[in-house]
C-alpha cells in the first residue's frame, strides 16, 4: 500500500471522528445539559427523553451508515458496467423502493408502523431485483447491457406509476407535503428505528463488496476474461448487485434521496487515488460517510433550513458533473 493511501485513510478516519464529534456536541439544547441528563438516564436515575441518547446518536449512525452505503454500492455499479456514470439507480433499484416507501404513506402505515417505510423501500429494492432475475433466468450468456436497458426500463415504468399514483391522490395535501419532505433527503426525525432496519442490511452489504474486491478487478477485465481467470461471473455479479440492493434500499429509506452522491463520489476518488477496489471500497466507505456527516453538520451550523442533505448532495453532484462533462474526460477516466 502507497504512502498516499495510507495518508488518504488516516485523514478520513480522522475527519469522520472530528465530524462526528461536533455533530453529536451540535444542537439547540447545550451540551453540558445534555450530557448531564444522558448520564442521569444511562445510571436508571430518569427515563426521559433525551437529545444525544434519543436523537443526535441515531442520526450520527444513519448519516454513517447512508454515506458508506451509497458510495459503496455506486462504486460496485461502476465496476459491474463498466462505466464511471453508473450508479444504483440504473437498474431500477432506487425506483422501486420509491414506488413502495409512496404507497406506504398512502396507506398511512408510516404513522402506525414506523418500520414500514425502511421495510418498504428495502421491499421494493429487492422486488426490482426479482424481475430482473426471473427475466435473465433463461438466457446464462445475457449481455450485461440488456440487463442495463432492462433496469432503465423497469424504472420508468415504475417512475410512470409513482406520478400516476401521486396525481390520483394530488388533493391530499398532507400526503404530498410527506412525500415531498422525503423525496428531499432530510435527516430530520432520524430515530433508533432506522438505525434498527439499516445497520444490519449496512454491514451485510458492505461486507459482500469488501470480499469481493479482487473479483472486481478482474471484472473490470471483461466477462470473457474473467471466465478465463476462474471467476464465475453470473455468481459474483449477482451476489454484488444484491449487496447493492441491500445497500441502497437501507440508504433510501433511512435518509430518502440523495442524488449524485453514489455517482461522483465513487468517481472523484478513483481519479485522486486508485481504481484498484481493493483501496478504491474502503475509501469509498470511510469517505462516503465523512462526506454526508460534514454535509449534515455544514447544513446545521449555518442553519440553512431550506436546504437538505439531498438538495445539497445534488447542487455539488450537479456541478461537478457538469464541470466533468465538459472537460470530456468522463469516458478516458475509467480504469
Not at 426525525?189 to 469481493?212: K, N
Not at 445534488?314 to 456541478?319: K, T
Request: charged share 10%.
Amino acid at each position: 500500500m502507497s504512502t498516499k493511501i495510507k495518508y488518504a485513510y488516516i485523514c478520513l478516519g480522522l475527519l469522520i471522528v472530528a465530524f462526528s464529534a461536533t455533530l453529536l456536541a451540535t444542537g439547540q439544547i447545550a451540551w453540558a445539559e445534555v450530557w448531564r441528563g444522558a448520564l442521569a438516564r444511562i445510571s436508571g436515575e430518569t427515563g426521559a427523553w433525551n437529545a444525544l441518547l434519543d436523537e443526535r446518536i441515531p442520526r450520527l449512525i444513519v448519516l454513517l451508515c447512508t454515506g458508506a452505503s451509497l458510495a459503496a454500492s455506486g462504486a460496485i455499479m461502476q465496476s459491474l458496467l463498466q462505466n464511471p456514470l453508473a450508479a444504483p439507480t440504473i437498474l431500477g433499484l432506487t425506483a422501486g423502493s420509491s414506488l413502495m416507501v409512496v404507497l406506504v404513506f398512502i396507506t398511512g402505515w408510516h404513522v402506525v408502523y414506523s418500520w414500514s417505510v425502511p421495510f418498504a423501500a428495502i421491499l421494493g429494492s429487492l422486488l426490482v431485483l426479482g424481475i430482473l432475475s426471473l427475466m435473465s433466468r433463461h438466457q446464462e450468456r445475457r449481455p450485461f447491457s440488456e440487463l442495463i436497458l432492462l433496469g432503465i426500463a423497469i424504472a420508468t415504468l415504475l417512475l410512470a406509476i409513482q406520478q400516476t399514483v401521486l396525481y390520483a391522490f394530488r388533493d391530499n395535501w398532507q400526503l404530498i407535503q410527506v412525500v415531498t419532505e422525503w423525496e428531499a433527503g432530510s435527516s430530520f426525525d432520524r430515530s433508533w428505528e432506522h438505525v434498527h432496519m439499516q445497520l444490519p442490511l449496512t454491514l451485510i452489504g458492505l461486507a459482500v463488496c469488501f470480499f469481493y474486491r479482487n473479483e472486481m478487478n478482474i471484472l473490470s477485465l471483461g466477462d470473457e476474461e474473467a471466465r478465463t481467470l476462474g471467476v464465475d461471473v453470473r455468481k459474483v455479479r449477482w451476489r454484488l448487485i444484491l449487496s447493492v440492493s441491500l445497500l441502497s434500499g437501507g440508504a433510501t429509506a433511512a435518509l430518502g434521496s440523495v442524488p449524485f452522491f453514489g455517482l461522483i463520489l465513487p468517481h472523484l476518488l478513483r481519479r485522486l487515488f486508485s481504481s484498484n477496489h481493493r483501496v478504491l471500497i474502503p475509501l469509498c466507505i470511510f469517505g462516503g460517510a465523512a462526506t454526508l456527516v460534514a454535509f449534515d453538520l455544514l447544513l446545521r451550523q449555518t442553519q440553512l433550513h431550506f436546504l437538505t442533505i439531498g438538495n445539497l448532495s445534488a447542487i455539488f453532484g450537479g456541478i461537478f458533473f457538469l464541470f466533468l462533462l465538459r472537460r470530456k474526460t468522463l469516458i478516458s477516466s475509467f480504469g
